[in-house]
């Protein structure tokens, strides 16, 4: 049992320390408080969209693959049979195809959606080989 404990002691991200990253322009300030929740604070929107990417993925990153796979009608791929009817509806929709024009778009709100992005990227190519067991 005593095991088990530390190995899901593991698998929670660290919320101290510090790092540094290439991509961010001024220093970037995360704080956790009691409940679990960052608090971001940078001198710009593009940091604090960096910062915000970096933590979400390294947090959340099997809930972002699972939203994907659902979005694009390719859950099936990793659950089975039971999410197929779910699969069909998404491919009917076609919010994949939606993606990508919404990625040719220059709307501000787009570019900081990518700055997101790009630093979920950086957390996942920085810790792909450092697993919690």
């Not at 915000?52 to 994907?68: C, K, N, P, S, T």
């Not at 929709?93 to 950086?122: A, D, N, P, Y």
Request: glycine residues 6%; contains cysteine; hydrophobic residues 40%.
């Amino acid at each position: 049992m005593e095991e088990l404990l530390e190995i899901a002691k593991k698998a929670f991200p660290p919320v101290d320390g510090s790092l540094e990253l290439v991509g961010i322009n001024d220093k970037i300030e995360i704080l956790w408080d009691n409940w679990g929740i960052p608090h971001i604070f940078a001198k710009s929107i593009e940091d604090a969209y960096f910062a915000q990417g970096y933590v979400h993925a390294h947090h959340r990153l099997w809930q972002m693959e699972i939203f994907r796979r659902l979005t694009t009608g390719e859950l099936s791929e990793l659950i089975g049979e039971a999410t197929l009817d779910s699969d069909k509806h998404y491919k009917i929709i076609g919010l994949q195809f939606r993606r990508k024009i919404v990625r040719k778009k220059r709307f501000q709100s787009i570019i900081f959606i990518r700055k997101l992005c790009e630093r979920c990227k950086c957390w996942y190519r920085r810790s792909k080989n450092q697993s919690p067991y």
